[in-house]
């Protein structure tokens, strides 16, 4: 066998088959890393001393908030991709990635609120973190409206691209927001330098719930994506077998 190479998935149809092979496998892991991560964390996760038992929206809150980010980075990148190098591949990935990044954003946002109210007595604040979130969502709608009001698909990933990558800029602000002003929002418990200030066993059922998110947001954005290449493809021969086949008259 010859050596392994990424480029021979740039092709719409060679990436179509290895996402439709790659989507059941994913979509196990989330069944079953979601199953974990939660059991961990409402059942065998002690109660929080400060907050008590509404600190449990973490096990959600969290790994969605850092999908967030982590997507429009991705979608930005493929979106990049496929302006500079006119590569029809990345466009449509970073087209079928929209829609699971606003999710993710809008889960952040509402579970932020829930863990808000509780906490510091209201749903929402003018907060650093909280309006560079909101901004983020308007980011995704953006892209999304965007394309959708241009029916020329070239034309639709060229200006839906700038925009992704223009945007990118908001994705460290919200990181770093904690640190750069004085807002409410906790810092980050988690950090590659200085470690977890969270118990071991919150700790794992954080990252076993990310990890379930980003088999999950594998699994959609597989999906999608097949589906999109269908529909940009169709005319191709290879699509014939896959699209849908008109009732005889």
């Not at 988690?190 to 999950?216: H, P, R």
Request: charged share 10%.
């Amino acid at each position: 066998m010859g050596r392994f190479s990424w480029f021979y998935y740039a092709a719409p149809q060679r990436f179509h088959a290895l996402a439709g092979r790659l989507i059941p496998w994913c979509a196990a892991a989330a069944v079953v890393l979601a199953a974990y991560g939660l059991w961990l964390g409402l059942a065998v996760a002690p109660t929080d001393f400060q907050q008590g038992e509404s600190y449990r929206i973490i096990f959600i809150h969290v790994p969605v908030s850092w999908m967030s980010m982590v997507l429009y980075v991705a979608m930005a990148f493929w979106a990049a991709m496929g302006l500079v190098f006119n590569a029809r591949l990345g466009a449509m990935l970073a087209q079928a990635i929209a829609p699971t990044g606003a999710l993710m954003t809008l889960l952040s946002l509402w579970t932020g609120a829930l863990w808000g109210k509780p906490t510091w007595g209201t749903w929402w604040v003018w907060d650093a973190r909280l309006t560079s979130e909101l901004i983020l969502l308007f980011l995704y709608i953006g892209y999304l409206s965007l394309r959708g009001a241009i029916e020329d698909e070239r034309r639709a990933d060229r200006a839906s691209a700038l925009l992704a990558i223009v945007g990118v800029v908001n994705v460290p602000i919200i990181y770093f927001s904690v640190k750069w002003w004085n807002t409410l929002h906790q810092g980050a418990s988690v950090s590659v330098t200085k470690g977890s200030s969270m118990a071991a066993v919150m700790l794992e059922a954080m990252l076993v719930m990310a990890l379930a998110f980003w088999a999950y947001c594998f699994a959609v954005v597989f999906a999608r994506v097949r589906s999109i290449i269908l529909e940009r493809e169709r005319g191709a021969a290879w699509t014939t077998a896959h699209l849908p086949q008109e009732p005889a008259t």
